[in-house]
């Protein structure tokens, strides 16, 4: 693998490059790691300089080399005895970064950002399917088949059929909570419902399934004190499932709960 080296100034996120979350904490951390280690592993660029993967190397190397501004502060910052290194390491990658050039063409580059960013560096799902909703194309016009999106980034061909399905099915709302960070199996299990259910099931409503979600099980329970006080009409068993869907109560003790009615009953 021959290494080449390009100028910080002359790098540049290729348009095709798909993360786009990346965390500022784990980057001054790998910024810190830059500084003191130098950079172990090369970015991937194409000849023009564009980053197909390392962006997350590519900012903590800006990082680096502005570092008397972004790594001083903190138990973890450049200490004095680290200064020249900083400034040395910082001098060097202004002028030369190291790269391996991949000459892929237009059309290959965009599936060779997402097979390199897959491995190297993990990435959100939402970034994921994101990526490979790119890559796909229009479900009526696909560019790429399922088969050919796992074969060239190296995954399953199941894993891209769940990110394809949760990123077309998803509507605005969910969409924006997935990429705030809703788990991706919940994610999933949203983009089945139409988009009102999935709307109020966000919401904690409760038209998706008929069933009450958080804060109107809590207007219930709240009415059957207010209403009732202790000497509620209602099984311990009722009230318990009330309690646990609306968070006052673990599981095990609903669960202890439930037994020890069906225990008793005749």
């Given at each position: 693998?021959?290494?080449?080296?390009?100028?910080?100034?002359?790098?540049?996120?290729?348009?095709?490059?798909?993360?786009?979350?990346?965390?500022?904490?784990?980057?001054?951390?790998?910024?810190?790691?830059?500084?003191?280690?130098?950079?172990?592993?090369?970015?991937?660029?194409?000849?023009?300089?564009?980053?197909?993967?390392?962006?997350?190397?590519?900012?903590?190397?800006?990082?680096?080399?502005?570092?008397?501004?972004?790594?001083?502060?903190?138990?973890?910052?450049?200490?004095?005895?680290?200064?020249?290194?900083?400034?040395?390491?910082?001098?060097?990658?202004?002028?030369?970064?190291?790269c391996v050039?991949?000459?892929?063409?237009?059309?290959?580059?965009?599936?060779?950002?997402?097979?390199?960013?897959?491995?190297?560096?993990?990435?959100?799902?939402?970034?994921?399917?994101?990526?490979?909703?790119?890559?796909?194309?229009?479900?009526?016009?696909?560019r790429r088949?399922?088969?050919?999106?796992?074969?060239?980034?190296?995954?399953?061909?199941?894993?891209?059929?769940?990110?394809?399905?949760?990123?077309?099915?998803?509507?605005?709302?969910?969409?924006?909570?997935?990429?705030?960070?809703?788990?991706?199996?919940?994610?999933?299990?949203?983009?089945?419902?139409?988009?009102?259910?999935?709307?109020?099931?966000?919401?904690?409503?409760?038209?998706?399934?008929?069933?009450?979600?958080i804060e109107?099980?809590?207007?219930?329970?709240?009415?059957?004190?207010?209403?009732?006080?202790?000497?509620?009409?209602?099984?311990?068993?009722?009230?318990?499932?009330?309690?646990?869907?609306?968070?006052?109560?673990?599981?095990?003790?609903?669960?202890?709960?439930?037994?020890?009615?069906?225990?008793?009953?005749?």
């Amino acid at each position: 693998m021959e290494i080449q080296h390009f100028p910080y100034a002359h790098l540049r996120v290729a348009a095709c490059n798909p993360r786009v979350q990346i965390d500022p904490a784990e980057l001054r951390q790998l910024a810190l790691h830059v500084a003191r280690d130098g950079l172990l592993t090369p970015l991937r660029v194409t000849p023009g300089g564009d980053i197909l993967a390392g962006q997350r190397r590519w900012r903590a190397i800006g990082l680096v080399i502005a570092w008397r501004e972004h790594l001083v502060d903190g138990e973890d910052g450049a200490q004095p005895d680290e200064h020249a290194l900083f400034d040395m390491r910082a001098q060097a990658l202004i002028g030369a970064v190291p790269c391996v050039v991949d000459d892929a063409g237009a059309a290959q580059a965009p599936v060779r950002a997402l097979a390199e960013n897959l491995h190297h560096e993990p990435m959100s799902s939402y970034d994921t399917a994101m990526a490979y909703a790119a890559l796909a194309g229009p479900v009526n016009e696909p560019r790429r088949t399922m088969t050919e999106l796992a074969r060239e980034t190296g995954r399953s061909k199941s894993t891209v059929s769940r990110m394809l399905t949760a990123w077309r099915q998803a509507g605005p709302e969910l969409h924006a909570a997935w990429q705030a960070g809703l788990a991706f199996e919940r994610v999933l299990a949203l983009a089945a419902l139409p988009l009102e259910a999935q709307r109020d099931a966000l919401a904690g409503g409760h038209k998706s399934h008929g069933r009450p979600g958080i804060e109107a099980t809590k207007a219930v329970l709240r009415e059957l004190r207010e209403t009732h006080g202790d000497s509620h009409p209602y099984s311990d068993g009722a009230i318990a499932a009330l309690r646990f869907v609306a968070g006052e109560l673990p599981m095990d003790q609903f669960i202890s709960t439930i037994k020890a009615e069906v225990d008793v009953s005749p």
